[in-house]
């Protein structure tokens, strides 16, 4: 009974699913993922014409942004790194989707693990100017990265599409991978339905190896740079080493992040990384919460899930839909509304929506006893 509710040792607390709570909450969680896609697609007519159909485009944007924004918090939640290159590297996804998709012709599943090492190389060279440049400093340095990768997009773009955006295929699972066989040789991803069965299991694994990775020694060892280089270097922490590590882990899981939003969209053009994504980003990750996986979930499906209901909302609802100015200044009150309820969230939980979630469970697991 003890060790279901207490840890104690650190080789229970590194297990993701160490007590039985943490089971039955991961049962739950993997029907509804399953679940999911399937309520999705049901041809059923919803109370004021929500549209049902357009949260399976919503569910695919919000899963292949959180690996993103995981890897983002990694870096800046639990590490303490500040980076505005978060868009430059979803740019070098892109970018390395498209030479080794569209242009080599290699097959999706090979270029991820190949954007993967690409992203890692650029985050060791993103980490060269962390190991000598602090707060504010930091900041332009990663910003003038973003720049480059901007000019270096649109000189790509040039040069190998012209005045075209980049076309991705879509996706081809090969022909002998028992069950998905349509006798034609090979099977397309070509449906929010199917993309679904792709996206979610690499944001499954990708989550669950940065879980992983905050829970072992070389998380500690983030953790420690974060709160102080000189302190961490007393304890054994080399803090070199430790930058290194997390620019290049980070940036390894953005960068196929970017990939893979590239090759679900279809299309990027030189308009598609403009120095707002690493913004929303950040807010992804503010309104989640830092240092918690769990937070950049919450803070991913708030970030699309929000402005969704907003539409919704204005369009339909008794009342709302007949206001002219509410159409025509459709995108100033959408951001209006977003902003507002960002504040009230923050106000409320400084922790973001982590902690009103970590308040929610403690209240069920202590109830009926008030503390």
Do not use: C
Request: aromatic share 16%; hydrophobic share 55%.
């Amino acid at each position: 009974m003890v060790a279901d509710k207490f840890i104690t040792s650190y080789k229970q607390e590194i297990k993701l699913l160490g007590t039985r709570s943490r089971k039955s909450s991961a049962i739950g969680f993997g029907v509804v993922l399953v679940l999911l896609p399937f309520l999705l697609n049901l041809d059923v007519q919803m109370p004021l014409n929500f549209p049902w159909y357009s949260w399976s485009t919503v569910l695919n944007l919000t899963v292949t942004a959180v690996i993103g924004a995981a890897a983002f918090n990694l870096l800046v939640g639990n590490t303490g790194q500040v980076s505005l290159a978060h868009a430059g590297l979803l740019i070098l996804g892109a970018v390395s989707g498209a030479w080794f998709g569209p242009i080599l012709g290699l097959n999706f599943f090979l270029v991820l693990p190949i954007t993967l090492i690409i992203g890692a190389l650029a985050g060791f060279v993103i980490a060269l100017p962390a190991l000598r440049l602090k707060g504010l400093y930091l900041l332009l340095a990663t910003l003038g990265i973003y720049y480059f990768a901007q000019f270096a997009y649109k000189k790509f773009l040039v040069s190998q599409f012209g005045f075209l955006p980049i076309s991705f295929d879509y996706p081809k699972v090969p022909s002998w991978v028992p069950f998905l066989n349509s006798g034609e040789g090979e099977f397309l991803i070509d449906s929010n339905f199917r993309w679904y069965w792709v996206n979610m299991p690499i944001a499954i694994l990708s989550l669950l190896f940065l879980s992983n990775v905050i829970r072992t020694s070389e998380g500690r060892a983030f953790a420690a740079v974060k709160a102080r280089d000189n302190a961490a270097s007393l304890v054994g922490v080399n803090p070199v080493r430790t930058k290194m590590k997390v620019f290049m882990l980070s940036s390894a899981f953005v960068t196929m992040s970017g990939a893979m939003q590239s090759w679900y969209l279809g299309a990027r053009d030189e308009s598609s990384f403009p120095f707002q994504v690493t913004l929303n980003y950040a807010i992804m990750i503010v309104i989640g919460g830092f240092s918690s996986i769990l937070g950049a979930i919450f803070g991913a499906i708030f970030f699309f899930g929000v402005p969704e209901w907003i539409d919704w909302i204005r369009n339909e609802v008794p009342g709302l839909r007949s206001i002219d100015f509410l159409s025509i200044y459709k995108s100033e009150i959408n951001l209006g509304v977003f902003g507002i309820m960002i504040v009230f969230v923050l106000v409320r939980s400084p922790e973001g929506l982590f902690g009103i979630w970590t308040r929610i469970k403690r209240y069920f697991v202590n109830w009926p006893f008030r503390q």
